[in-house]
Nanobody, 120 residues
C-alpha cells in the first residue's frame, strides 16, 4: 500500500509564509501527477496546485504568483511554498498523488491533511 504524510501546516499571520511537505512511501513504482488541494468547512475540496512528472505546473487563480509547487522525485516528495498568505487561504490542505504501485496499477492516494490557519 501507499501512504502520504503531510507536514508544515500551522498558524501564521496574514502576509506570512509557510512551506508544506508531503512524502509518499510504500509500494511505489512511479508517481505521475502530484497535487495539493484544500478544503474549508461546508465546501468541496478544491485544487490549489499540481505538478506533472515532467515538472509542468498548474495553479488555481487565487494562488498564482503567491504559491509555488515543486517535487523531489528521489524522495517521492512534493512541496507547496506559500507566500503572502491571506485569511482566505485558511483550510485543511491535502496532498494527492497518482501512483503506480507494485501491482502495476495506477491509483490516486490522499494524505491525512494538514491545517493552515491565516489570521488577519
Amino acid at each position: 500500500q501507499v501512504q502520504l504524510v503531510e507536514s508544515g501546516g500551522g498558524l501564521v499571520q496574514a502576509g506570512g509564509s509557510l512551506r508544506l511537505s508531503c512524502a509518499a512511501s510504500g509500494s511505489i513504482v512511479s508517481i505521475a501527477t502530484m497535487a495539493w488541494y484544500r478544503q474549508t468547512p461546508g465546501n468541496q475540496r478544491e485544487l490549489v496546485a499540481d505538478i506533472t512528472s515532467s515538472g509542468v505546473t498548474n495553479y488555481a487563480d487565487s494562488v498564482k504568483g503567491r504559491f509555488t509547487i515543486s517535487r523531489a522525485d528521489a524522495e517521492n516528495t512534493v512541496y507547496l511554498e506559500m507566500n503572502t498568505l491571506k485569511p482566505e487561504d485558511t483550510g485543511v490542505y491535502y496532498c494527492n498523488a497518482l501512483v503506480r504501485t507494485a501491482r502495476s496499477t495506477w491509483s490516486p492516494f490522499w494524505g491525512q491533511g494538514t491545517q493552515v490557519t491565516v489570521s488577519s
